[in-house]
């Protein structure tokens, strides 16, 4: 080695220097800065945990997923017991739609901090997705423990026991947030629906009524009245309570169904195939308003139209199989909406 | 601790071989305080109905063709105005010096038969499934078709106590390869002779069909349990024209009998359900839609169970479709169709709007209460003679070995009330329907000749049950039994509708319902109070109605086409 060399080398910061540095740069939003400083902090010490860990973290936060694993795999290499990157690498396996992976890391990460309430909350939307309902529902009611006064956390246990088929203790689960929460409208719906399900319609109706009067109202409820209405044969109110459904998710197919089945129940059968065409215009790829709409050509005595759309629900059925399908737990479609925050 | 790599399947949708509605309890159980006055009583064993059903390997059931058992018939085979009883067997993939046979029993009166199934000649072995009755050769004697997992057989029946399987020389055994499910005589071009429809379930053989677990459609609630049905090649509709002489032409495809694709088909029911005079055929499906084959009249059918609002449940989602009930359920002078469903769903009850054009009204009618129950056999049949018809379902799971969902479970009796809502009496009417077994196939008729609607079941691995009817009551009631002259001599077809105390009840003619079973073909009505019936009016399965006056009540009446004043 030459002296130049080595004089180079004694001027040159150490790794943790460099780390720190990079790190610095990073707030104050210099990311390219930050970049190389790290990658240099790791030319030098290729297992440096904080030059791993945050390396990964900015990429991760800066929506550059793919470059986020590397670094942050080996950060959790070196410190198998960091939380925040177990956490984090299984966030980003997760939006890498690599959730088998994800779990892996979350489960580790849950490990070490038992009762963070966010991480089980995640644990159990994700065993949910994988269909691991009764370990979703576990999980879920042991951040439920840790975080009582969190009403996400109560919507979260109470689905994992109806995805679960669990509905006893999904009810159980719905009179205690109910009792908890109050003016909560989401806890009364779930009351409501799960006392309906349980052939309790006298005690659970009252129950959709509160949240059907919520201030920031959202189709469910309408729909689950709806549908217990038209059940009943109690038309006038089904209608009314699959319009307003309507009012407040245009794009919501099951009352769209909902609607034309209780007109047809009514042998309004021009208004419900005016109701199946509007549908058909909200989404051209959903089966059952063509599925409605051959019955009601047929009984309208226009048979060629019928077997038209048959044909044509037919056909999308077969493109998205999953429309007509039910699925465990509710058996119609859930809201993607947020609940009302109360 | 979970399987990490089965963690993340990404789908919604449970990947197995049958179609679960998942539907929970709906509507409000019906409950009326009011008394119950029929109780069953399994008399098989001292009947002497003791022959043990066999279904495959009970400890281990492979293939699906271990699980679906078998179909049952209460048919006056010799004439002599009692019952019998036949049963269909299924078989074993064990190698055996006797194989498992079907089984007849001859009504002795009394209450006692007496097993006639080697002098008859129906003692044939195999993978047996269903059984319809018809007298397609117009002599006077009920013949029976059996179908199987192999070649089918068309008993005919001699008049002499022994029938003669004339399959072969008929032209109906088959291709001898088509698992034949569902059949039904139908007199589809009114030409006076019973024709023969024949469905088949799935296309399988044990080469190609995967073990339990190995692929998706092996799978029910993530474990791992026979293949199918979905997943295996799809079910074939036949239909054979009488030619006469004891000769039938297979005219499937010239009828468009063959054009609908995509079905698992079961139970069979033919019967005129648009009105227009020509006989229809339903098909109960298996996890595909069910089938409404529509005659044009012309010697022609149309596919409108979509359209009719009978292919699937009222979301529009398909269900597996076992047994079916026909008859007017709710007086209007239509036939509607009770559809027994797989667990977690509920059956149909598919009312006759006028037209062919059907609504499902199962959840407002009661019916939805219970579907922890897998049902299959369906009679709608007036069991406390009151004067409105009542539902009657047998149960039992295809899958063994979960708690959750028991194999053996009790049937169901839903006693209807006034103003058409049905009530869950099964604990009101005796040990009889309490009884757990895995039944499959159910058959209906008044065995012992007293004047109330009794129960033939097939019992999985079992010998089968034979409710007898125990009824306190002073209802009155009255047997109708056909006898074509220009129509098919059974009369399977015929619409029959009885006029007493300002009601009118209807019921039609079956060659086959319930799930592949035979029902007396002599029609039961109960009268209530009424001792006095205004008149019967026959419409014959040629279009033509006739009208019959005079009739006493509490007794069998046999009306002859043609012979009313």
């Known amino acids: 080695m030459t002296s130049a060399v080595l004089a180079l080398l004694l001027l040159a910061p ?196 509160r949240a059907m009067r919520s201030p920031t109202p959202w189709e469910e409820p309408f729909y689950f009245f709806g549908d217990t209405m038209l059940k009943e044969g109690r038309l006038d109110e089904a209608k009314r309570a699959f319009q307003r459904a309507l009012e407040l998710r245009r794009e919501y197919m099951p009352a769209w169904a909902g609607l034309a089945r209780t007109l047809m129940s009514a042998g309004e059968l021009e208004r419900a195939r005016d109701v199946l065409l509007e549908a058909t215009s909200v989404d051209a790829t959903h089966p059952q308003p063509h599925l409605l709409l051959s019955q009601v050509y047929f009984r309208l005595g226009q048979e060629d139209r019928a077997v038209e759309e048959k044909e044509m629900s037919s056909r999308l059925r077969r493109a998205r199989p999953e429309t007509l399908e039910s699925i465990p737990g509710r058996n119609f479609p859930r809201s993607d909406a947020a609940p009302p925050a109360k | 601790m979970i399987p990490v790599g089965l963690v993340l399947t990404g789908i919604s949708l449970f990947p197995q071989g049958i179609a679960v509605a998942d539907r929970p309890s709906a509507g409000a159980p019906v409950r009326s305080t009011l008394p119950f006055h029929a109780t069953f009583t399994d008399v098989a064993a001292q009947a002497g109905i003791t022959a043990k059903f066999v279904q495959g390997n009970p400890a281990n059931r492979r293939y699906i063709v271990e699980a679906n058992g078998t179909g049952v018939a209460l048919v006056d085979i010799d004439n002599d105005g009692l019952l019998d009883a036949f049963l269909v067997n299924g078989s074993t993939f064990a190698k055996s010096p006797l194989p498992p046979t079907n089984h007849l029993y001859r009504n002795a009166g009394g209450g006692r038969f007496q097993d006639v199934t080697k002098a008859s000649g129906t003692g044939r072995s195999g993978w047996g499934n269903g059984v319809c009755a018809g007298d397609f050769d117009n002599d006077g004697f009920t013949d029976l078709y059996v179908t199987y997992w192999g070649r089918n057989s068309l008993f005919r029946n001699t008049g002499k106590a022994s029938f003669v399987d004339v399959a072969e020389a008929a032209g109906v055994a088959g291709s001898g390869t088509d698992w034949s499910t569902g059949c039904t005589f139908t007199d589809f071009d009114r030409d006076g002779l019973l024709d023969l429809f024949v469905v088949t379930y799935a296309g399988f053989d044990l080469k190609s069909t995967p073990l339990p677990g190995q692929l998706p459609t092996c799978k029910y609630r993530d474990k791992p349990v026979f293949c199918g049905p979905r997943g295996l090649p799809f079910g074939r509709a036949f239909l054979y024209r009488n030619k006469g002489g004891g000769k039938f032409e297979d005219v499937s495809i010239a009828s468009g009998i063959r054009k609908p694709q995509g079905f698992y088909g079961f139970t069979a029911v033919a019967a005129d359900f648009n009105g227009d005079g020509w006989q229809d055929i339903y098909v109960a499906s298996d996890s595909t839609p069910s089938l409404l084959f529509r005659n044009n009249g012309n010697g022609t059918f149309s596919e409108v169970a979509t359209e009719s609002g009978i292919a699937f449940n009222e979301n529009g989602t398909e269900q597996a479709g076992m047994g079916l009930a026909a008859g007017d359920a709710n007086g209007d002078g239509t036939l509607d169709i009770v559809k027994t469903n797989f667990i977690r769903d509920y059956p149909n009850l598919y009312s006759n709007l006028g037209k062919g054009f059907f609504e499902d009204r199962a959840v407002i009618a009661g019916l939805a209460v219970n579907p922890q129950y897998l049902l299959w056999g369906a009679g709608l049949e007036d069991f406390d003679n009151d004067g409105l018809r009542d539902i009657f379902l047998t149960s039992g799971h295809v899958y063994a070995g979960d708690p959750a969902e028991p194999w053996a479970t009790s049937r169901l009796l839903y006693r209807q009330l006034p103003g058409g809502k049905f009530e869950d009496v099964s604990a009101m009417a005796g040990a009889g329907v309490t009884e757990r077994q895995s039944s499959r196939g159910a058959a209906f008729g008044d065995f012992d000749s007293d004047g109330d609607i009794d129960v033939l079941i097939m019992n999985m691995d079992r010998a089968p049950s034979l409710l007898r009817n125990d009824l306190k009551s002073s209802n009155h009631w009255l047997r109708v039994q056909l006898q074509g002259v220009v129509s098919n001599r059974s009369g399977i077809g015929a619409v029959v509708s009885v006029e007493a105390g300002g009601r009118t009840q209807t019921s039609v003619v079956l060659s086959q319902s319930s799930y592949l079973s035979v029902n007396d073909l002599g029609l039961h009505f109960g009268l209530g109070f009424t001792d006095r019936v205004d008149r019967v009016v026959v419409r014959w399965p040629n279009g033509k109605a006739e009208a019959f006056s005079g009739i006493q009540v509490d007794r069998p009446v046999l009306l002859k086409e043609g012979s009313s004043q």
């Open chain 1, 14 to 209: 150490d790794p943790a220097t460099l780390s720190r540095q990079a790190l610095e740069s990073a707030q104050q939003k210099d990311f390219p800065t930050a970049e190389r400083l790290w990658k240099e902090a790791l030319a030098a010490s290729p297992g440096l945990f904080e030059a791993n860990f945050n390396l990964g973290y900015m990429y991760q936060s800066r929506g550059d997923l793919a470059a986020a694993e590397m670094p942050l795999r080996r950060a959790v290499r070196s410190q198998p017991n960091d939380f925040n990157a177990q956490y984090i690498l299984g966030a980003v396996l997760s939006k890498l739609n690599r959730t088998d992976e994800a779990l892996k890391h979350w489960r580790l990460a849950s490990a070490l901090r038992p009762d963070d309430a966010r991480l089980l909350q995640i644990l159990a939307v994700e065993y949910s997705k994988g269909r691991y309902f009764r370990d979703a529902a576990q999980v879920a009611e042991k951040a439920l423990a840790s975080k009582p006064g969190d009403a996400a956390l109560w919507l979260t246990a109470i689905k994992a026991r109806q995805d679960a088929d669990e509905h006893p203790l999904a009810l159980r689960l719905a009179e205690k947030m109910a009792a908890a929460f109050p003016g909560n409208s989401r806890a009364a719906f779930e009351l409501g629906y799960e006392l309906v399900r349980a052939g309790r319609a006298a005690e659970g109706l009252p129950w959709l009524d």
